[in-house]
């Protein structure tokens, strides 16, 4: 098992600025995922973060957006940069380790 | 691409009463896995079938596999308030270190 420990767990910010969201395991894993969700629909991943190499981005999410660190095999961090409202939405770290293990989610809300 | 399509987006019905959940796909999958998620936190597994034709009883959750491994099925007898939640169906992908998670299920147990 895994134990995910994400912050902040909601914060509202202005359009225009950044937002960095901190995702800590309790365990060393090789592969953390960062997924968005809007509220009560389903997940959709936005990026494979690898320790020690850069992170694989699915189709419609760019590293410019979605800068994505992972320093050591326990942390990782996603920021949203120069957000819009549309990027309003739940966003959720996790990790596989044979069932796939989350975080708390951040709710960001973007005025 | 694999995509997983689950039925009803939205189900709200009285306590105890019965409800089955689908998972569909035109793709075949080694396994399927089933999560239920609640407000402010990350979905949990709650059960994993990896063999067509499976099935597998958890209390009053009732999970079957399709015989040839594309779709799946959720049956909750005597639905309790507890029940409420997100409900989503998740396989592995053509790459198999992450997860296609299904479009949801919203449930709403009314007391």
């Known amino acids: 098992s895994a134990v995910i420990s994400q912050k902040p767990s909601r914060d509202i910010c202005q359009r225009g600025t950044s937002l960095t969201i901190q995702c800590q395991v309790d365990s060393q894993v090789t592969m953390m995922f960062w997924y968005r969700q809007q509220p009560g629909q389903s997940l959709t991943l936005i990026a494979t973060?690898?320790?020690?190499?850069?992170?694989?981005?699915e189709s419609g999410f760019v590293i410019d957006k979605f800068p994505i660190s992972r320093p050591n095999l326990t942390f990782s961090t996603l920021t949203v940069s120069n957000m819009s409202p549309e990027d309003s939405s739940i966003y959720l770290c996790?990790?596989?380790?044979?069932?796939?293990?989350f975080g708390q989610g951040t709710r960001l809300t973007v005025v | 691409t694999q995509l997983l399509e689950q039925s009803p987006q939205f189900l709200s019905i009285q306590e105890g009463e019965n409800l089955t959940v689908y998972c569909n796909s035109s793709?075949?999958?080694?396994?399927l896995q089933w999560y239920r998620q609640e407000p402010g936190e990350g979905p949990v597994l709650l059960v994993t079938?990896?063999?067509?034709?499976e099935v597998k009883k958890l209390k009053r959750l009732t999970f079957q596999f399709g015989d040839a491994r594309k779709d799946s099925s959720l049956h909750i007898t005597a639905a309790q308030p507890g029940d409420t939640g997100l409900y989503l169906c998740a396989g592995e992908g053509d790459s198999s270190y992450k997860l296609i998670f299904g479009s949801g299920t919203r449930l709403l147990v009314r007391p």
């Open positions: 079938v990896v063999t067509g034709g």
């Open positions: 973060a690898n320790q020690g190499s850069e992170a694989t981005y």
């Open positions: 793709s075949v999958f080694s396994s």
């Open positions: 996790s990790v596989m380790t044979g069932e796939a293990f």
